[in-house]
């Protein structure tokens, strides 16, 4: 597609049930990134991929975050046992190439509710 | 990776230009600078990188000194739905961005 799609737009979770969100990257583009963006607009780099191998994870909570990029499947952000603080938006990008002028195209991001 | 400092907030009014100034005093040769503009409810997008003097496209320019310490980012004849939160960002690009660091943006608000 000519856009990343991320899925689902909303999801709520109670403390300590799983969350699985996915993200479909445009097609051709060999790099994902996921960041999560909680209050005032901070965003938290959690993880990127490298067509189905893991490019950069120094992000990632590894307790509980896991994430996957499989040939031909959507990639995911998957929490096991979630928590009040993982609420916040995450959002999946896609590019190209890396290197200069790259440009990194981002979803429009899954808001994630725990409660 | 540089750490960049902008301002919380600015207001403005539809057909004015607003200059949104950017600090990173550590940036390293081989960052690049990128600003990236964010809706509500949306992801942030892509709107213009450089790496020294001046660059310009269809939406934007980005002035950056020699000693690229600071960076500009200049929207001329701003409408209100240009009412947005603007990222500053550097990194390098050179054998490759693994990730973006955002800061906390500025948020622009344009009135009538």
Redesign the interface.
């Known amino acids: 597609g000519e856009e ?1 799609a991320q899925t689902p737009k909303h999801l709520v979770r109670g403390e300590g049930q799983k969350a699985k969100l996915y993200c479909a990257p445009i097609k051709g583009h060999s790099y994902v ?1 996921w ?1 999560q963006q909680v209050l ?4 938290k ?1 959690l993880i ?1 991929f490298q067509n189905e191998n893991v ?2 994870e120094t ?1 990632m909570p590894k307790e509980r975050f896991s994430a996957k990029c499989l040939p031909n499947s959507p990639c995911s952000l998957e929490i096991q046992a979630t928590k009040l603080e993982d609420s916040a938006v995450y ?1 999946c ?1 896609s590019s190209q190439l ?12 899954t808001r994630l509710t725990v409660v | 990776l540089a750490k960049t400092t902008q301002p919380i907030s600015m207001d403005s009014y539809e057909g004015q230009e607003v200059n949104i100034t950017c600090s990173h005093n550590n940036i390293a040769t081989n960052d ?1 600078i990128t600003w990236y503009q ?1 809706f509500p ?6 709107i213009i ?1 450089g ?1 020294k003097t001046k660059v310009t496209n269809e939406v934007a320019s980005l002035f950056i000194p020699a000693d690229r310490k600071s960076s500009t980012l200049s929207l001329p004849r701003v409408s209100l739905s240009d009412t947005a ?1 603007y ?1 500053c960002l550097v990194g390098e ?10 800061g ?2 500025t ?1 622009l608000l344009v009135s009538p």
């Open positions: 990343v990134f960041y005032k607009n901070e965003f780099f990127s490019f950069d992000g959002f990008a890396i290197g200069p002028n790259t440009e990194a195209f981002f979803g429009q991001g | 690049y964010q409810s949306q992801g942030p997008r892509f990188q790496y939160v990222y690009m050179g054998t490759g961005f693994q990730k973006l660091v955002f906390t943006g948020r």
